[in-house]
């Protein structure tokens, strides 16, 4: 839970990706790579507010698409090594929050949860014992953040329990037509009302659960800020939003599912290194506004891991970009500015254009200008942005001194060829002669001969050449006779 209470985002994967996204795959990558000795994230340790967080990671790896994966593996590792000392006795009615997550945690990873962990806990049989035959209620709190999870995880599992514990949850719901869940004091909580949408979404087709799914909805809608989800408390972070992400998805609004995960990505650690973008934390999710702008240091990790953590989820319903870049396929002259066109990438998704004389960075689809490149040459252009690398071509003329030849003598008024040589495939080219001018380009070998009638008057006429740019010239003469 974002307020730091050690609940962590639920995230079934009845709609799993079929393949990550760059910002998931990303995200991930990070994360594992900062699990620690104890095979925990950051902020996540056994005694921590968000050891439930770690539980989130694989989650949201299945969810995004990634499993199997390194970082599946890495992560189930440490909850098999610890998860007993989380839940502590599975028979205690005060752990049962616990015991449910965990539960869903192997029965959505792959798992067993009659035999989860290294100490071989049976999590199914002790869930199921802790929720009420009669009222459906998880243990002996009346609390939805709790309930959640035993609705979760007795849906994977299967288990005739399952509809008992729905009820019990769509009655924990807060009055009123647009409330949502929270702590039973009569005011929703974004958290709690995204976990419980979450995991009545199986059961959508039942008219008393839609209606409460809806009026989640609302409610979450409500506190949709820009995209992110805004606590009351803690304002918009990345763990409220990457909840609501998935609530919004299940409960079928994909518009606002993709808007928090625009936010989401938004508050991405983005490299680019083709423009000297190197943050030591690429792929981290900032918590919130001020953290993303204060910049991801090793001491944030503590926060960083879990929200990245609990964020994750969201990104699998991140609108795909279809990033292009193109340019004049014409000759451009060597330090020109050159407009590029970049195409296919959301409105907020950083890149780079790298190729002309200095790298630019690009936010979002447009027109972007570089320096064309010294030198002739056919140069490459590089649209980077996270995951993905395109390509174009930019044909650079540089200045130079081009090669003419002429007969030594001419009659007058007869035709003389002119020939021109050093120039570009196809580039075009101008002949003048005494006032009469000849256009033409060049072949593919870089040669053109332009056939002119020679002055009408005796003594030196002189031959002018200008190619595709007025940097690019030659000169000759010849005797007319």
Request: net charge neutral; hydrophobic share 45%; charged share 15%.
């Amino acid at each position: 839970m974002a307020s730091g209470l050690g609940l962590a985002v639920p995230a079934p994967v009845a709609h799993a990706a079929d393949t990550p996204a760059p910002e998931a795959a990303a995200a991930a990558n990070w994360l594992a790579g900062v699990i620690g000795d104890d095979g925990l994230i950051p902020g996540g340790g056994v005694n921590g507010f968000f050891y439930a967080a770690n539980l989130d990671f694989g989650v949201g790896l299945v969810q995004t698409g990634q499993a199997p994966s390194a970082a599946l593996t890495k992560i189930v590792d440490g909850v098999d090594a610890t998860v007993a000392s989380y839940v502590g006795d599975p028979a205690a009615p005060a752990n049962a929050g616990k015991l449910a997550q965990a539960a869903y945690f192997y029965a959505v990873t792959g798992g067993d949860p009659k035999a989860a962990g290294d100490s071989v806990l049976d999590l199914e049989t002790a869930l199921e014992a802790q929720v009420d035959d009669t009222t459906g209620q998880l243990g002996n709190i009346d609390y939805a953040g709790n309930q959640v999870w035993a609705v979760l995880a007795l849906t994977q599992l299967g288990s005739d329990e399952a509809e008992k514990a729905r009820d019990f949850l769509v009655g924990q719901r807060e009055t009123g037509d647009a409330a949502g869940w929270g702590f039973g004091d009569g005011t929703s909580n974004p958290d709690i009302t995204s976990w419980a949408v979450q995991a009545l979404a199986t059961w959508s087709w039942n008219t008393r659960v839609h209606t409460a799914m809806e009026a989640g909805v609302a409610y979450l809608k409500s506190v949709q800020v820009g995209g992110g989800i805004e606590d009351p408390y803690l304002g918009v972070n990345a763990n409220s939003t990457g909840a609501a992400a998935h609530a919004f998805a299940e409960a079928g609004h994909p518009a606002e599912a993709a808007a928090a995960a625009t936010w989401i990505a938004e508050h991405q650690v983005v490299a680019l290194p083709r423009c000297g973008v190197t943050p030591t934390h690429a792929g981290a999710i900032a918590y919130d506004d001020a953290t993303l702008a204060g910049g991801i240091g090793d001491d944030d990790l503590d926060q960083t891991a879990p929200a990245t953590a609990q964020a994750l989820v969201g990104l699998a319903y991140l609108p795909r970009s279809a990033p292009t870049v193109s340019a004049t396929t014409s000759y451009v002259a060597a330090g020109a500015n050159v407009a590029v066109k970049v195409a296919g990438l959301r409105a907020t998704q950083p890149a780079c254009v790298s190729g002309g004389a200095t790298p630019v960075k690009k936010t979002g689809p447009g027109a972007v200008t570089i320096k064309a490149p010294a030198g002739t040459a056919t140069r490459t252009l590089t649209l980077t942005t996270l995951g993905v690398t395109r390509t174009t071509t930019l044909k650079v003329l540089a200045a130079t001194k081009l090669a003419v030849k002429a007969p030594l003598s001419a009659r007058r008024g007869t035709t003389v060829a002119i020939t021109v040589s050093r120039l570009a495939p196809g580039e075009k080219v101008t002949v003048t002669v005494g006032g009469v001018r000849v256009v033409g380009k060049a072949t593919s070998a870089g040669t053109y001969v332009a056939r002119l009638t020679a002055p009408r008057r005796a003594g030196t006429a002189k031959v002018v050449v200008v190619g595709q740019f007025v940097n690019r010239t030659g000169t000759t003469t010849f005797r007319v006779r």
